[in-house]
């Protein structure tokens, strides 16, 4: 498994640098495995403008510009895996005032903010970021107690624990998941299908520094692709990665590709 770190500012021409790569892979070969470049979801259709802009590539087949969400989707359809029950926007929110309601007089903190309006809005979008980087209800409990604080922050972290953990356990009980889990599921059928079946050889190109949870698929997925490759895009050279791929390697881009 080829794995590679583009680190370098922003206007470097790490951008120039992954779409070169990706419009001379199509060029060489417009038929094959397919080509995945992960990007964030509002900037899938200027890169495909960017890829296309060039002449010397006049349309392509192979290549999948994906949002990590529609990622998941491409695996449960490439791996004939029926996807997961998915809970929209407006349910998590239901759900949230629900938990909300249910749990109040267990609130440290936030027990007067829970009746505000907008409260749960505010606390889907913390849960959102803690779901991210894969931070479970027993970590902000042991959090609470390394700070040794007995005011305010040990407090809020109680009270985030308590909600996540019943929002989690709603989301267990109904056999339903939401768009911060589906990597996760993702993950899970990748490691059902270890040694089971193996998929084409693809190329893989993400342009942000992704949280956590969606470098997860790194492993389970090299054990069941053919020649996996790497790229991913940073803005500064990353430190050690516990449990990543071997075979990495750390590059700049070059200086005529910055000016692009």
């Keep these: 498994m080829q794995v590679r770190f583009l680190y370098g500012p922003a206007g470097s021409g790490k951008t120039f640098r992954c779409l070169s790569e990706i419009r001379a892979a199509l060029q060489a070969s417009p038929d094959g495995p397919a080509l995945i470049l992960l990007a964030p979801k509002q900037a899938t259709f200027q890169l495909e403008r960017q890829l296309l802009a060039d002449d010397s590539l006049r349309g392509y087949t192979r290549l999948?510009?994906?949002?990590?969400?529609?990622?998941?989707?491409?695996?449960?359809?490439?791996?004939?895996?029926?996807?997961?029950?998915?809970?929209?926007?407006?349910?998590?929110?239901?759900?949230?005032?629900?938990?909300?309601?249910?749990?109040?007089?267990?609130?440290?903190?936030?027990?007067?903010?829970?009746?505000?309006?907008?409260?749960?809005?505010?606390?889907?979008?913390?849960?959102?970021?803690?779901?991210?980087?894969?931070?479970?209800?027993?970590?902000?409990?042991?959090?609470?107690?390394?700070?040794?604080?007995?005011?305010?922050?040990?407090?809020?972290?109680?009270?985030?624990?308590l909600l996540l953990e019943n929002y989690l356990g709603w989301l267990q009980a109904h056999e339903l998941q939401?768009?911060?889990?589906?990597?996760?599921?993702?993950?899970?059928?990748?490691?059902?299908?270890?040694?089971?079946?193996?998929?084409?050889?693809?190329?893989?190109?993400?342009l942000r520094n992704y949280p956590p949870r969606n470098w997860i698929c790194s492993r389970p997925w090299s054990r069941i692709a053919g020649r996996p490759r790497w790229l991913f895009v940073l803005i500064r050279k990353p430190g050690p990665i516990r449990g990543f791929p071997i075979g990495r390697r750390c590059e700049r881009p070059s200086r005529n590709a910055a000016g692009a």
């Design 64 to 161: 999948r510009i994906l949002s990590f969400e529609r990622l998941a989707d491409f695996i449960f359809e490439e791996l004939r895996q029926p996807p997961p029950r998915m809970l929209d926007e407006e349910g998590r929110l239901m759900v949230l005032r629900a938990v909300l309601a249910k749990k109040r007089d267990q609130l440290k903190l936030f027990r007067a903010s829970a009746r505000l309006t907008g409260f749960a809005r505010q606390l889907s979008l913390v849960l959102r970021e803690l779901q991210s980087n894969q931070i479970t209800p027993d970590a902000l409990r042991n959090f609470a107690a390394d700070t040794g604080d007995s005011g305010g922050l040990r407090l809020k972290l109680h009270d985030l624990a």
């Design 178 to 206: 939401d768009v911060d889990c589906l990597m996760a599921a993702a993950t899970g059928v990748l490691k059902s299908q270890t040694g089971k079946r193996k998929l084409e050889t693809y190329g893989w190109t993400a």
